[in-house]
């Protein structure tokens, strides 16, 4: 089993649209996560971090299981600029940042 | 401006001759990591530092080798290259949490190698 699964896709929306992306980990001792966004092409840059109580960035909520181990990304009015690729980002090794754990992406595209 | 910067962005070679990505980043970062991404395997680690002269191995280090001989500075050496070394490279830097840090990753802008 991958430490960090998450789903493919591609996740095709209309413009508008709520969607939610889900990432599951294997590590219970996981401390810390995170979302990445990846353009194409591009390098990964920091979306949000994850944090317990769940959290809000405008348009954009992370939410932690731990009793199911699994985050969430819910983005709520999707415009074309959300199109890319999430990446589930986890720290197996608690908080030394050693070796954090990327998942494999879930493609976005989001349609006019 | 803080950023991370990789060298070459694109390189073709022949298997066998020797190649160094170079990495330095601008803000004073401890951890450094190489990651490779290809289609369908998303992003693995291939080595990372936690400071000056300490590396590690991390999830895919065969035929690779780096060094940290200065803080900003974290070379990606390829002593044989083989057509299975072919992908992108990103090269990554961080502040950790273990510091005192976010523990946020920022990342070159990638080398695209290509192993004939």
């Known amino acids: 089993r991958k430490e960090v699964e998450q789903d493919p896709g591609p996740f095709n929306v209309p413009e508008g649209a709520t969607v939610a992306f889900n990432c599951t980990y294997s590590?219970?001792?996981?401390?810390?996560f995170f979302w990445y966004r990846q353009d194409c092409r591009k390098e990964p840059k920091l979306l949000m971090s994850v944090y317990s109580s769940g959290n809000e960035d405008g348009r954009f909520t992370a939410q932690l299981n731990r009793a199911s181990q699994y985050i969430s990304l819910l983005i709520r009015d999707s415009k074309l600029s959300d199109s890319a690729t999430y990446l589930c980002v986890v720290n197996p090794y608690g908080s030394s940042a050693r070796q954090l754990t990327f998942g494999s992406g879930t493609q976005l595209t989001v349609l006019p | 401006e803080a950023q991370v910067t990789q060298n070459p962005r694109y390189l073709i070679t022949v298997t066998g001759k020797k190649l160094t990505v170079t990495c330095s980043q601008n803000m004073n970062h401890e951890y450094m990591s190489w990651y490779r991404q290809d289609p369908g395997l998303g992003l693995r680690q291939i080595y990372y530092s936690m400071n000056v002269e300490v590396t590690d191995k991390g999830d895919v280090p065969e035929g690779y080798k780096v060094s940290r001989k200065e803080k900003r500075n974290f070379p990606l050496i390829l002593e044989s290259p083989s057509p299975n070394q072919t992908s992108l490279y990103f090269c990554a830097s961080s502040f950790p949490l273990s510091a005192g840090g976010t523990g946020e990753l920022f990342f070159g802008e990638g080398s695209r190698l290509t192993v004939l």
């Open positions: 590590n219970s001792a996981s401390q810390s």
